[in-house]
Nanobody, 116 residues
Framework: QVQLVESGGGLVQAGGSLRLSCAAS????????VGWFRQAPGKGREFVAA????????HYADSVKGRFTISRDNAKNTVYLQMNSLKPEDTAVYYC?????????WGQGTQVTVSS
């Protein structure tokens, strides 16, 4: 069993930065690829980024490529999402989840609001 808890969301002006954290419990977490997803009001959940268990492989949605960076610290059982150059369209609840492809485990989400 794995439990995921996101933190680090908040209100930021366009062009600003935030770093989200996904803290996990469960000894198998370091074996999992972990993904970040987001859901904006009135829209479906969309993929944002993913990182392999070793951190050696990362993938990004085109909409965030070059602005967001996913990383992990397996010693701390934590995955991060550094978000730079934020835009109002990045406003959403952000979730971390593991492992692909079914993503059985989800956190409760953290709200990110970007004002123009």
């Amino acid at each position: 069993q794995v439990q995921l808890v996101e933190s680090g969301g908040g209100l930021v002006q366009a062009g600003g930065s935030l770093r989200l954290s996904c803290a996990a419990s469960g000894r198998t977490f370091s074996n999992y690829t972990v993904g970040w997803f987001r859901q904006a009001p009135g829209k479906g959940r969309e993929f944002v980024a993913a990182i392999s268990w070793s951190g050696g492989s990362t993938h990004y949605a085109d909409s965030v490529k070059g602005r967001f960076t996913i990383s992990r610290d397996n010693a701390k059982n934590t995955v991060y999402l550094q978000m730079n150059s934020l835009k109002p369209e990045d406003t959403a609840v952000y979730y971390c989840a593991a492992p692909p492809p079914e993503y059985h485990y989800w956190g409760q989400g953290t709200q990110v609001t970007v004002s123009s």
